[in-house]
């Protein structure tokens, strides 16, 4: 069964880390915990129009906590580092007579929606 990018995609994660690498293409999103690198990596591109290079992923547990005498637990979560292609090139091939073909496609350089509607 396909997931919908935007099932997938849950929530960006906002840090001071995280706003760091923004500089460096990386993109940082809270995503659902069963979902895999490709599904990760198909559902950005989808959303954003932008070309991933890679995908890390790290699995969150939630951690006890305590508000007096209630004991409860946060909430575990699974949150993937995006790379992006910050400078895209035009990708080039040979066709079947030996010509050289260049398909620029169009790719953003950065997430702009990126922060808005926390």
Do not use: C, W
Request: aromatic share 8%; no cysteine; hydrophobic share 35%.
């Amino acid at each position: 069964m396909m997931k919908r990018a935007e099932d997938i995609i849950l929530r960006p994660y906002i840090t001071e880390k995280s706003n760091e690498e923004i500089a460096e293409g990386k993109y940082t999103f809270i995503v659902d915990r069963r979902s895999t690198k490709t599904e990760i990596k198909n559902a950005v591109e989808k959303l954003f129009q932008v070309k991933v290079l890679s995908v890390n992923t790290i699995n969150y547990q939630g951690k006890q906590k305590r508000m007096g005498v209630h004991v409860g637990k946060t909430e575990a979560f699974k949150k993937a580092i995006v790379k992006i292609d910050t400078d895209p090139k035009p990708v080039t091939y040979l066709t079947k007579g030996g010509k050289e073909v260049a398909t620029a496609k169009k790719y953003k350089t950065s997430i702009e929606e990126f922060g808005v509607g926390q």
